[in-house]
């Protein structure tokens, strides 16, 4: 089991290495500064879980709740993320490279002051998240919901989000987040709307 698991990575080299645990019910788990190398976490649910400054290289999550999960100042590496919940979930200050991210759903999510590189998501939803104060580097998005998502001080220069939805996303007031940003026709009476323009 995972808690056993922990335990004695906590009296060892604090590392969890090739690893999969499937549908257990994870609660309260202190987590801090752990490693995490090729563990599969699958059909799990994650309860007021403590992933603060952890790290995850080549690490799947699949099928599990991190609803409401502390990730802050963690770091993720060639991982995937897949039909996942992470409503609430705060991961502020994380680092995230060369992860996927589908299907999954993170909803008022804390990713403020972030840095993401070489990452895809597609089909997520992350509406009302805060991705304030973020760095975003050869970022994809694919039909990823980002109504209400906080965007302040987010540079968005070459980021494809024409085929997301960024109803109500909230910027600076001259919008230069959005400055560079690639979007689709549709999407312009949006956009002007943060500038009290009505399209017609």
């Known amino acids: 089991m995972f808690i056993d698991d922990l335990t004695f990575a906590r009296g060892e080299d604090n590392e969890i290495v090739n690893k999969t645990y499937e549908k257990e019910t994870i609660t309260s788990a202190d987590c801090y500064q752990v490693t995490f190398q090729n563990v599969v976490f699958s059909g799990c649910s994650f309860i007021e879980c403590d992933f603060e400054k952890a790290a995850f290289y080549d690490c799947t999550f699949e099928k599990c709740d991190l609803s409401n999960c502390s990730f802050q100042e963690s770091y ?114 949006e956009i002007a709307e943060m500038f009290g323009v009505i399209v017609q």
């Not at 995937?80 to 502020?92: P, T």
């Not at 895809?120 to 939803?125: R, Y």
């Not at 973020?134 to 994809?140: D, S």
């Not at 989000?161 to 999407?187: H, M, P, R, T």
């Open 76 to 189: 993720w590496k060639n991982c995937r993320i897949a039909n996942c919940k992470g409503h609430g979930a705060d991961l502020s200050r994380t680092i995230v490279k060369q992860t996927r991210i589908e299907e999954s759903v993170f909803a008022y999510g804390l990713f403020a002051e972030g840095k993401w590189e070489n990452t895809e998501l597609k089909d997520c939803d992350l509406s009302n998240a805060a991705l304030t104060e973020c760095a975003l580097n050869k970022i994809k998005l694919s039909d990823v919901d980002l109504r209400g998502a906080e965007l302040f001080r987010t540079p968005l220069k070459g980021i494809d989000l024409s085929d997301c939805n960024i109803a109500g996303i909230v910027v600076s007031e001259n919008a230069v987040e959005l400055k560079g940003a690639i979007i689709s026709y549709s999407q312009t009476a």
